[in-house]
């Protein structure tokens, strides 16, 4: 009689469905009406929370696990079925040969920018990182400090800037949603507010969060309680799969087809790098008709990154599919097949030949609509992955819970389009795509040690920002070095092998493609930036002409200011890294990179007047 009519109902629905005593535990022993009532509401309530979370309600989820978890019990092989090959794809390479041009990528990309739409999965906590914030306020680098978020956002907003350059049409607006969960929501709200917004317009930035799942203790799906607590169940993080029910769920796909948009971009957190592919995966998209397409890179074998592979049915071809194995499934998988020599380099290349998967999405929005809209609702396939106490798998050395990927929604397409569903993925060189922060400085450390040349932490994630400017101005006839051979070019700080320098920022609003990158630098008379340099460049209307840098340099222009630089010789102490003094204690946002950054002296160009300026060999910016 204490409970609510949602909590009674909940409870009652939990005996009901309970023929094997699995949740015995929970809804049994309660002591007599006046004692710990309280106690009873809180539990009552809490079920009922975990059936309006999970379509189907907390019956389904834990039918859906009492399955999984028996097949996992008796080692079912998930992919006994298959076969795993290497699936055949698109390359593009910046600066070298792939099986399209880049340049005609980027152009069909930029054609396809203005129906393009952003979704951030951002529910993750940061523990491998040693972070105990939002990974998305984590500094990209130390020259700009901006931060994940911002970057990304940045990037957005320079996508829609051009979008409507090309077309003239002033009405293209580019939304982000971001999926927070639980542990990231306040924090994020958090960093948006402060930055108000980053100057985005609110109905812009939409957040949707993630719910939890329930935890469970046994091989039968018994629900594990909140330690001594009888009267609350531990709840676990779902996965990232969680976002394609979250989008249908909260009316955003319909919204987005009704505005007309054509492709939904998926990004994760912390790899700063990824932004580059994005306009010309979009371009491959269009011009293949891929209904998703996966953003990949060369991966290193044994690497903590999935791996495409296009998974053959032994016996029935309708069921085969391209699709991401899991890192910690495909060593076993390639074990028992073929060679049996599992997650191994190809001697030739010297990387898996399965492409690597970055796991930025892109997905046509007419049919991820019509599969959302089918039986499952966008909820992908889950898995479990029990930790168990020893080889008779039965007891768990802590509780699990069902998990879900976003990148496992070809299964959905599969099962609403059949064949017709189409999807595939473009490969990009690492240096210009992928270099995620995700480890631990103590974890990097060991990876490189270990002859493991991708440590992921935040300070290769940094250096490799650097390296990618200077290969982009490099390629754009600028005279820089390029520093980025782990033998011979890189020094270690921290113990992580990062670029001596030149350390070149250029701002998503200086340039976002390799056309604007030739535009603005490319016919330059002379640009020249000595390997202790530091440079920022910022401004849509901002050109190279006549520039030499021996120091550290800064120019950042508003949207309408026009500025051709034209002469400028900076020479002056510069920035240098500075490494941590093991005596010390460090915040940690420090002490995860480090090294911090000593700005000595910067010649520094702040222009946001609209007009046209040129900077001069007296290093003056006059209004012409
Ligand atoms: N995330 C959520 O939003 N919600 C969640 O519940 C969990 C995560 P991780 P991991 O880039 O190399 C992925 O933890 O294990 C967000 C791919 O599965 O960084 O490294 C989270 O905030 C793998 O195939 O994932 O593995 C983050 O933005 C490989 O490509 C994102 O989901 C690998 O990334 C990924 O979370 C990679």
Request: aromatic share 6%; proline share 4%; glycine share 10%.
């Amino acid at each position: 009689q204490v409970l609510s009519e949602r909590g009674r109902r909940s409870v009652v629905n939990l005996v009901e469905n309970d023929t094997d005593g699995a949740q015995a535990h929970v809804y049994g022993g309660w002591p007599a009406a006046g004692s710990e009532d309280e106690g009873k509401k809180q539990l009552a309530e809490q079920l009922a929370d975990l059936d309006e979370s999970y379509p189907g309600g907390l019956a389904a989820y834990l039918s859906k696990a009492k399955l999984l978890l028996k097949e996992s019990a008796d080692a079912v092989n998930p992919f006994e079925e298959y076969e795993a090959l290497v699936p055949e794809g698109e390359s593009l390479s910046f600066d070298g040969e792939g099986t399209m041009p880049f340049a005609e990528a980027e152009q069909k990309g930029i054609e396809a920018m203005a129906g393009a739409t952003f979704v951030l999965v951002a529910g993750g906590l940061g523990e491998r990182l040693g972070y105990s914030g939002i990974k998305l306020s984590l500094e990209t680098n130390l020259c700009t400090n901006t931060n994940y978020l911002e970057l990304y956002v940045r990037y957005i907003q320079a996508m829609e800037y051009l979008a409507r350059q090309k077309t003239g049409r002033d009405d293209i607006r580019i939304p982000l949603v971001i999926m927070t969960s639980g542990d990231t929501d306040p924090l994020t709200r958090q960093l948006l507010k402060d930055n108000n917004n980053y100057g985005r317009d609110d109905d812009l930035i939409t957040i949707v969060t993630q719910d939890k799942v329930a935890a469970l203790k046994d091989g039968s799906a018994g629900l594990a309680l909140e330690g001594d607590d009888r009267w609350s169940i531990q709840t676990k993080p779902h996965g990232h799969g969680d976002v394609h029910h979250l989008l249908f769920r909260e009316g955003l796909v319909d919204k987005w087809e009704k505005e007309g948009k054509s492709h939904v971009v998926f990004l994760q957190d912390t790899n700063a790098l990824v932004i580059n592919s994005v306009i010309p995966t979009l371009g491959v998209s269009v011009a293949k008709g891929f209904h998703m397409n996966s953003i990949c890179i060369p991966r290193l074998a044994g690497e903590a990154a999935g791996a495409i592979t296009r998974l053959e049915h032994k016996s029935d071809p309708n069921k085969s599919l391209v699709i991401n194995v899991e890192y910690n499934q495909l060593d076993p998988l390639l074990r028992s097949q073929g060679d049996k020599k599992g997650d191994v380099p190809d001697p030739n290349t010297g990387y898996s030949p399965f492409p690597g998967n970055a796991n930025n999405l892109v997905l046509e929005l007419g049919a991820y609509a019509k599969t959302l809209r089918g039986e499952d609702q966008g909820v992908v396939l889950e898995f479990v992955n029990p930790k168990y106490k020893d080889d008779t798998r039965t007891e768990f050395k802590k509780p699990t819970r069902l998990e879900c990927m976003m990148q496992d929604i070809p299964k959905l397409f599969q099962k609403e389009m059949g064949q017709e569903a189409n999807i595939g993925f473009t490969m990009f060189d690492r240096w210009f795509t992928f270099s995620p922060a995700k480890n631990a400085l103590e974890a990097g450390v060991e990876a490189v040690d270990n002859g493991n040349s991708a440590p992921g932490t935040m300070s290769s994630a940094e250096s490799d920002k650097y390296v990618q400017n200077q290969r982009k101005l490099k390629f754009a006839s600028a005279d820089v070095k390029v520093n980025e051979d782990p033998a011979t070019e890189l020094v270690k700080v921290g113990g992580i092998p990062v670029t001596p320098g030149p350390r070149i920022m250029l701002c998503p609003a200086f340039a976002i493609t390799q056309e604007e990158i030739l535009a603005k630098v490319g016919g330059a008379e002379k640009c020249t930036i000595s390997e202790r340099s530091s440079v920022v460049l910022e401004g849509h209307n901002l050109n190279i002409k006549n520039l030499e840098v021996d120091g550290a340099l800064v120019i950042r222009c508003g949207d309408d200011t026009h500025v051709t630089v034209d002469g400028l010789k900076v020479e002056n102490k510069g920035w240098e890294l500075a490494e941590l003094d093991p005596s010390k204690e460090y915040e940690e946002t420090v002490s995860i990179r480090g090294y911090t950054m000593s700005k000595h002296e910067t010649a520094e160009y702040v222009l946001t007047e609209p007009g046209n300026y040129v900077i001069g060999a007296d290093g003056e910016a006059k209004k012409v």
